[in-house]
């Protein structure tokens, strides 16, 4: 009976609506812990607390993977459509959290994984079959700069909306992200390091001051 079952990925566990969820019982016996048409996150759980393993059906697993494919899908382009540039940078679930919140410079090695994230987030719309392409190139190309001096490719030709998403991340960065090593900086300051930029070539001029009147 064990082989009827496949323990499922606890990052998918909320994405499963049509498909069942199972567990296994002090009996050892497998039994119905969700059924098809109801979220988990619908569910009164006893003690708020979820089995540390739950489980599908074998004959569901690519029903089970179409459907977590869909959610992620719908999930992230609300975040898109809401305007949060972290969206974009999906890629970094696969940088170790040390690395993104380290309190000091980083070695060449570590810059280098960070630079990969773009990378690696395109890859994976890529896999789970992403419909958006304009997303997609988001994803890849927000720290690309429009001089070749940006990453992970060096372009100089950026997709629209990769620029536009790539300087409100700039922005963002800047102003609200308060890293270990240093506070946010206030809008003013902000603008004054990305209109460098675009003074260097990095940002399209035209995309700036676009941005900087939309703040007013």
Do not use: W
Not at 49 to 54: D, E
Not at 56 to 77: C, D, H, M, P, W
Not at 101 to 107: F, H, S, V
Not at 141 to 155: A, I, M, N, V
Request: glycine share 8%; hydrophobic share 35%.
């Amino acid at each position: 009976m064990e082989r009827e079952y496949l323990a499922a990925r606890t990052s998918h566990l909320h994405y499963y609506t049509a498909i069942p969820l199972y567990y296994v019982n002090r009996e050892g016996k497998f039994g119905l812990y969700k059924p098809s048409g109801k979220a988990l996150d619908e569910m009164r759980i006893a003690g708020g607390q979820v089995p540390n393993r739950l489980y599908i059906k074998r004959t569901a697993k690519l029903r089970g993977f179409s459907e977590v494919q869909r959610a992620f899908n719908r999930q992230l382009e609300g975040h898109i459509q809401s305007g949060n540039p972290e969206s974009v940078k999906i890629g970094k679930i696969r940088i170790h959290p040390e690395i993104l919140t380290a309190p000091r410079k980083l070695t060449a090695e570590e810059f280098g994984r960070i630079k990969a994230h773009p990378t690696i987030g395109y890859n994976l719309l890529d896999t789970c079959r992403f419909p958006h392409t304009e997303i997609k190139l988001c994803a890849l190309q927000h720290h690309e700069k429009t001089d070749g001096s940006g990453y992970p490719r060096g372009l100089t030709r950026i997709a629209p909306m990769a620029e536009i998403v790539g300087l409100i991340d700039c922005y963002e960065a800047l102003t609200n992200d308060d890293r270990p090593y240093r506070n946010a900086m206030d809008p003013i300051q902000g603008l004054t390091i990305i209109k460098d930029d675009v003074v260097a070539g990095r940002f399209s001029r035209d995309v700036f001051k676009k941005f900087a009147y939309s703040l007013l």
